[in-house]
């Protein structure tokens, strides 16, 4: 279905019953990447899905700062009579996840955070950030989508999906490619890690439970999780043997007893 909130199309799925489980995607994903996941957890869980600015069928919307986009989710929460919601947010939408939790914490009874951070620290890093994605914006205008996702899944920080099956990668391009060039340059612009808050500072004031959860082959996130393990009040953090940084995607099966043990602690 879509809600209209202040104004703003978001896609938004709501199915089950039992404790209420918002799910947040990651940049070029949709709500459907942790469907997987889902056909493998246990319990019963009232499951929310929202396609986030300039993705899946929210697509673009304008440049949406990170405050403007969980002012959104604070009235979509109201409007499906949700008074406090569990919270899954895998790296964009960790961040997204976080950050609602720092700014609405009443709504919120706790945090499940797969690959995500609290921003960058300084202003130096932030900016320097913001220029990389504007480049990245550009590129999506100028070259498109296909040339920007075929830069995209060979970056990095995705080294471990070449061992996936080759019929879950192609799930994973096809889902890249569904979006809309302007929507995901929307995206970078107004919700990159060089455009939010930062919230290093204030973690230690955060006090919702929060889990972790990394793959021990991501390097730059583990470091990044452990210094956010230290700074925590209630934390619990998940080391995935054999996964990378998109955890839910290489080992859904642990994924999803992961999420079944965060809603049952």
Not at 11 to 18: D, F, L, Y
Not at 19 to 33: N, Q, R, V
Not at 36 to 57: N, Q
Not at 191 to 215: A, K
């Amino acid at each position: 279905m879509n809600s209209n909130i202040n104004g703003r199309q978001y896609g938004v799925e709501r199915t089950g019953r039992g404790e209420p489980l918002l799910l947040l995607h990651g940049f070029t994903g949709t709500s459907g990447t942790f469907d997987e996941v889902l056909s493998y957890v246990s319990g019963s869980y009232d499951i929310v899905k929202v396609d986030l600015p300039g993705h899946g069928d929210t697509g673009p919307l304008g440049t949406i700062s990170m405050e403007r986009f969980c002012r959104d989710l604070h009235e979509l929460l109201d409007r499906l009579e949700i008074e406090q919601v569990h919270l899954l947010g895998y790296s964009l939408g960790g961040r997204a996840a976080l950050s609602f939790a720092m700014l609405y914490p009443h709504k919120v009874k706790s945090v499940l955070l797969e690959s995500a951070s609290p921003g960058l620290a300084s202003t130096e890093e932030q900016l320097a950030r913001q220029a990389k994605d504007k480049a990245l914006a550009d590129m999506l205008l100028r070259e498109g989508l296909h040339t920007f996702v075929d830069y995209w899944e060979q970056i990095p920080l995705f080294h471990t999906q070449e061992s996936l099956p080759e019929e879950r990668k192609q799930q994973i391009r096809s889902e890249r490619l569904s979006q809309q060039k302007q929507g995901l340059a929307e995206s970078l612009s107004g919700m990159g890690t060089g455009h939010q808050p930062s919230w290093w500072e204030q973690l230690t004031t955060l006090t919702v439970p929060v889990w972790l959860i990394t793959g021990v082959e991501d390097e730059k996130f583990q470091n990044i999780n452990k210094q956010m393990s230290e700074l925590l009040p209630q934390v619990h953090w998940e080391e995935v043997e054999g996964a990378g940084h998109a955890v839910h995607l290489e080992k859904p099966r642990i994924f999803a007893k992961i999420v079944d043990s965060f809603m049952l602690k």
